[in-house]
């Protein structure tokens, strides 16, 4: 009886030790040349103040692991001879996956006295090193930490400098430096894609929700002005977004219900003698499940989205990755049956909208050399955007606003060669072919409220191509100055323009902490295709010579690297905006696109556009688990109409400040909880102002484009909470997520609404919170 005791009691002892134990994890990688993307052999790889010494060396193949590693937050070192010394600080090693780190190494400037000059830690610079300055890296862990950013990059980048809202919380659309949301440009694998938002196009450019998971990204790069050569069909900013390869030696899964939808995502290896793995995830939608239990025609979104990656490694033919990624989206809304019940034109506006994107490809690199690799992509990417929308009036009749159907599919092909030339001078050159299948159908409404029938704007189908080719060259001067040049030429079929566009930019590091950086860019990007094919009356063309808009940017900045941790950046900036579309005589400008600029009129290339601003960030890096990062940015932001009047633009808040940190706890020697918080203060969005007799005779607003964006709502206010809480178990974790958007309750305006009963147009907003939670399982 005795014995039976005491094996229960030792059977108690070694559970409650068992549980206690820190559960432990693998940190593995790559380390790859930074220019030849060549694998380094031996370089070594530690735990920094680990004792005892955690670390290992790369293999022949440049691939390393560390095994059985406590959870924690670590500070890894990779250091090599002859190469500069890379530190990844505060990386989170969590028990319910592997942590990859894949590193690019950058070989060391030598002087003939043989003194090497190391640069300090920047977390945010951004992984192409041809950058001089307007860009920075995000991580996957920065997306789903701050509070405010709902796993999504366009919400993440809400919080830089430069960068504000275009409508309201509830949309991801963003505003760089004063640009529409259209001008940025989105590459996914180094292939350009559509926009990847739900509902995309909608409002103006943005979306409701990405169409990407964070459970299949990797680091990638945002920019927001004068980018380098290898970015066209840019003018405001560029997103260059990498899926991550999937686990090439165990198999791992996640499953997250929340708000947003049911994701379900696996990776796990496919041959691992050759390294080569998969990865998946699958989202459904919340509210789309919750719209097929009650049916769903008062405007609650349904959409779904599906990414993947096959990473797959050869001997001696390079490395192919075969990759994916696509949404569904729709919403409707059928107003109430009884006009009294209508209380202003937002109620009694009935329509079904959709919008779709796809992206697939296959991706292929080879080292030729030991100096040169080529990267290849042929690629096909689709999206179509919808929109059937009628005004229901009081009196019985129906005013058609939109019929809009336009469906565009592209076959892509890139081929770029990056060579080393020496340590002093790497060079980069490429050639990008589009092939573009367009099929339009759109009839609107250009003057809703006075024309009472659909007008065709365009029924077109048909074939346009876009070519490009650029070359950069990187030289290190010294070991203090950098100088990036290049060109890019680029064609577009539809108006047969051929578009020089020089880029330059130079960095001087003139004291240890201290740098200054100044970059020149000329960028363009053509309009949406059915611009240039609209049509009038008697079925001609109206816009047959239409050009594409371009604008010279010019940036200087500053940065003061204070310690290890805590950097300031500021950088001034002029923009040039030249060649706009506009409407003689009028103040209609595609500088201000929304999707629903109907014209029956023909588009001249007169208008022009200034932005010029500066941008300041104050940054410490997550340390001793507590980060903060300050954004400012003051702007101005106007344009010429048509009519040679100079108006601000619509996107011209004046101002935007940011203040967002967090700070993380140890829980029980494993576990983790996480306090995130950010502060906004911005100028209101601007609209134009009503015309009220006109408004009133037609029960619908009417603008006064003669007075275009004067009017401004007063100053927001935002504030947005996350808390966040991990739990850590033996190979596996629990992740529990609550955000608030909009804790002070600011009321978005969405824009104009005639008031039946007040009989006039009055301010049309709402005014919440909006919640955000979910569950993650990861193992």
Same mark, same amino acid.
């Given at each position: 009886?005795?014995?039976?005791?005491?094996?229960?009691?030792?059977?108690?002892?070694?559970?409650?030790?068992?549980?206690?134990?820190?559960?432990?994890?693998?940190?593995?990688?790559?380390?790859?040349?930074?220019?030849?993307?060549?694998?380094?052999?031996?370089?070594?790889?530690?735990?920094?103040?680990?004792?005892?010494?955690?670390?290992?060396?790369?293999?022949?193949?440049?691939?390393?692991?560390?095994?059985?590693?406590?959870?924690?937050?670590?500070?890894?070192?990779?250091?090599?001879?002859?190469?500069?010394?890379?530190?990844?600080?505060?990386?989170?090693?969590?028990?319910?996956?592997?942590?990859?780190?894949?590193?690019?190494?950058?070989?060391?400037?030598?002087?003939?006295?043989?003194?090497?000059?190391?640069?300090?830690?920047?977390?945010?610079?951004?992984?192409?090193?041809?950058?001089?300055?307007?860009?920075?890296?995000?991580?996957?862990?920065?997306?789903?930490?701050?509070?405010?950013?709902?796993?999504?990059?366009?919400?993440?980048?809400?919080?830089?400098?430069?960068?504000?809202?275009?409508?309201?919380?509830?949309?991801?659309?963003?505003?760089?430096?004063?640009?529409?949301?259209?001008?940025?440009?989105?590459?996914?694998?180094?292939?350009?894609?559509?926009?990847?938002?739900?509902?995309?196009?909608?409002?103006?450019?943005?979306?409701?929700?990405?169409?990407?998971?964070?459970?299949?990204?990797?680091?990638?790069?945002?920019?927001?002005?004068?980018?380098?050569?290898?970015?066209?069909?840019?003018?405001?900013?560029?997103?260059?977004?990498?899926?991550?390869?999937?686990?090439?030696?165990?198999?791992?899964?996640?499953?997250?219900?929340?708000?947003?939808?049911?994701?379900?995502?696996?990776?796990?290896?496919?041959?691992?003698?050759?390294?080569?793995?998969?990865?998946?995830?699958?989202?459904?939608?919340?509210?789309?499940?919750?719209?097929?239990?009650?049916?769903?025609?008062? +405007? @609650?979104?349904?959409?779904?989205?599906? *990414?993947? /990656?096959? #990473? &797959?490694?050869?001997?001696?033919?390079? !490395?192919?990755?075969?990759?994916?990624?696509?949404?569904?989206?729709?919403?409707?809304?059928?107003?109430?049956?009884?006009?009294?019940?209508?209380?202003?034109?937002?109620?009694?506006?009935?329509?079904?909208?959709?919008?779709?994107?796809?992206?697939? +490809? @296959?991706?292929?690199?080879?080292?030729? *050399?030991? /100096?040169? #690799? &080529?990267?290849?992509?042929?690629?096909? !990417?689709?999206?179509?955007?919808?929109?059937?929308?009628?005004?229901?009036?009081?009196?019985?009749?129906?005013?058609?606003?939109?019929?809009?159907?336009?469906?565009?599919?592209?076959?892509?092909?890139?081929?770029?060669?990056?060579?080393?030339?020496?340590?002093?001078?790497?060079?980069?050159?490429?050639?990008?072919?589009?092939?573009?299948?367009?099929?339009?159908?759109?009839?609107?409404?250009?003057?809703?409220?006075?024309?009472?029938?659909?007008?065709?704007?365009?029924?077109?189908?048909?074939?346009?191509?876009?070519?490009?080719?650029?070359?950069?060259?990187?030289?290190?001067?010294?070991?203090?100055?950098?100088?990036?040049?290049?060109?890019?030429?680029?064609?577009?079929?539809?108006?047969?323009?051929?578009?020089?566009?020089?880029?330059?930019?130079?960095?001087?590091?003139?004291?240890?902490?201290?740098?200054?950086?100044?970059?020149?860019?000329?960028?363009?990007?053509?309009?949406?295709?059915?611009?240039?094919?609209?049509?009038?009356?008697?079925?001609?063309?109206?816009?047959?010579?239409?050009?594409?808009?371009?604008?010279?940017?010019?940036?200087?900045?500053?940065?003061?690297?204070?310690?290890?941790?805590?950097?300031?950046?500021?950088?001034?900036?002029?923009?040039?905006?030249?060649?706009?579309?506009?409407?003689?005589?009028?103040?209609?400008?595609?500088?201000?696109?929304?999707?629903?600029?109907?014209?029956?009129?023909?588009?001249?290339?007169?208008?022009?556009?200034?932005?010029?601003?500066?941008?300041?960030?104050?940054?410490?890096?997550?340390?001793?688990?507590?980060?903060?990062?300050?954004?400012?940015?003051?702007?101005?932001?106007?344009?010429?109409?048509?009519?040679?009047?100079?108006?601000?633009?619509?996107?011209?808040?004046?101002?935007?400040?940011?203040?967002?940190?967090?700070?993380?706890?140890?829980?029980?020697?494993?576990?983790?909880?996480?306090?995130?918080?950010?502060?906004?203060?911005?100028?209101?969005?601007?609209?134009?102002?009503?015309?009220?007799?006109?408004?009133?005779?037609?029960?619908?607003?009417?603008?006064?484009?003669?007075?275009?964006?004067?009017?401004?709502?007063?100053?927001?206010?935002?504030?947005?909470?996350?808390?966040?809480?991990?739990?850590?178990?033996?190979?596996?974790?629990?992740?529990?997520?609550?955000?608030?958007?909009?804790?002070?309750?600011?009321?978005?305006?969405?824009?104009?609404?005639?008031?039946?009963?007040?009989?006039?147009?009055?301010?049309?907003?709402?005014?919440?919170?909006?919640?955000?939670?979910?569950?993650?399982?990861?193992?």
């Amino acid at each position: 009886m005795k014995m039976k005791i005491y094996l229960i009691w030792m059977f108690c002892f070694v559970l409650l030790e068992l549980s206690a134990q820190t559960p432990t994890q693998n940190i593995k990688g790559r380390v790859l040349d930074a220019d030849t993307h060549m694998p380094l052999p031996q370089v070594n790889v530690y735990i920094v103040d680990s004792n005892p010494l955690i670390g290992t060396t790369t293999d022949a193949n440049g691939h390393y692991i560390m095994e059985n590693v406590q959870i924690g937050r670590y500070t890894i070192s990779f250091s090599f001879i002859g190469y500069e010394q890379a530190l990844l600080k505060e990386i989170n090693v969590g028990s319910g996956k592997e942590t990859e780190l894949n590193v690019l190494l950058k070989e060391n400037f030598r002087q003939l006295e043989e003194i090497v000059i190391k640069p300090g830690f920047r977390k945010d610079k951004a992984q192409n090193n041809m950058a001089t300055l307007s860009a920075r890296s995000f991580s996957v862990e920065e997306a789903t930490r701050f509070a405010g950013g709902w796993n999504d990059p366009s919400r993440l980048a809400g919080s830089f400098a430069g960068v504000t809202m275009a409508e309201g919380v509830n949309d991801n659309a963003i505003v760089i430096r004063g640009n529409a949301p259209k001008g940025i440009l989105w590459k996914l694998e180094d292939v350009q894609i559509p926009a990847p938002n739900h509902l995309n196009g909608v409002n103006n450019g943005g979306g409701i929700e990405t169409v990407f998971s964070v459970n299949m990204l990797s680091n990638s790069d945002f920019f927001t002005g004068a980018f380098p050569a290898e970015y066209g069909d840019a003018m405001s900013g560029a997103f260059d977004m990498k899926l991550r390869n999937g686990n090439t030696d165990n198999r791992e899964s996640a499953f997250q219900i929340g708000s947003q939808g049911i994701d379900i995502s696996s990776e796990g290896p496919l041959n691992s003698k050759h390294k080569a793995s998969y990865l998946f995830n699958y989202r459904y939608s919340t509210m789309g499940l919750a719209g097929l239990l009650i049916g769903n025609d008062f +405007g @609650i979104p349904e959409y779904q989205d599906l *990414s993947f /990656k096959f #990473y &797959l490694p050869t001997a001696n033919s390079g !490395t192919f990755k075969i990759w994916g990624i696509g949404g569904l989206s729709n919403v409707s809304f059928e107003p109430d049956e009884d006009p009294d019940d209508w209380s202003n034109t937002f109620d009694n506006n009935q329509y079904v909208t959709g919008s779709d994107m796809a992206a697939a +490809g @296959i991706s292929h690199q080879l080292n030729t *050399s030991r /100096k040169h #690799y &080529l990267k290849s992509s042929l690629a096909t !990417t689709y999206s179509r955007f919808s929109m059937n929308s009628d005004q229901l009036l009081r009196n019985g009749e129906v005013m058609p606003l939109a019929d809009h159907e336009e469906n565009n599919t592209r076959v892509l092909f890139n081929t770029s060669v990056k060579t080393k030339i020496s340590n002093r001078l790497t060079n980069k050159g490429g050639v990008n072919l589009t092939f573009q299948n367009y099929n339009l159908n759109i009839r609107g409404n250009p003057n809703p409220g006075i024309n009472e029938i659909l007008e065709l704007i365009t029924d077109q189908s048909g074939n346009v191509m876009q070519a490009r080719v650029f070359d950069q060259l990187q030289w290190r001067i010294s070991p203090t100055i950098d100088l990036n040049t290049g060109i890019s030429i680029s064609y577009f079929e539809m108006n047969n323009n051929w578009i020089p566009e020089p880029r330059m930019g130079i960095s001087w590091r003139f004291l240890p902490r201290h740098s200054t950086h100044l970059a020149y860019g000329k960028h363009s990007r053509p309009e949406p295709v059915r611009f240039y094919l609209a049509e009038n009356d008697t079925g001609h063309l109206l816009n047959p010579q239409l050009r594409v808009t371009k604008a010279h940017h010019y940036v200087l900045a500053y940065d003061f690297r204070i310690n290890e941790s805590i950097k300031l950046k500021t950088e001034g900036y002029y923009q040039e905006l030249y060649d706009v579309p506009v409407i003689d005589g009028s103040s209609e400008s595609l500088i201000n696109y929304t999707w629903d600029m109907y014209f029956d009129k023909p588009l001249t290339n007169k208008g022009t556009g200034t932005n010029k601003g500066i941008d300041i960030t104050l940054e410490r890096y997550m340390k001793d688990g507590f980060y903060y990062m300050f954004t400012g940015t003051i702007f101005d932001s106007k344009f010429i109409g048509g009519d040679g009047k100079k108006y601000n633009t619509s996107f011209n808040r004046n101002f935007v400040f940011n203040l967002l940190g967090g700070k993380e706890w140890k829980i029980k020697r494993k576990n983790t909880l996480g306090l995130n918080g950010k502060i906004a203060f911005m100028g209101g969005n601007r609209f134009t102002p009503p015309e009220q007799e006109q408004s009133a005779m037609h029960e619908m607003v009417i603008p006064d484009e003669s007075k275009a964006f004067e009017w401004q709502e007063s100053n927001k206010l935002f504030l947005d909470i996350a808390v966040n809480y991990q739990i850590n178990q033996n190979k596996k974790a629990h992740v529990i997520a609550i955000q608030a958007k909009n804790v002070l309750m600011q009321t978005e305006m969405f824009g104009w609404a005639y008031d039946f009963e007040k009989r006039k147009v009055v301010e049309h907003g709402i005014t919440m919170v909006y919640p955000y939670f979910s569950y993650k399982l990861l193992w």
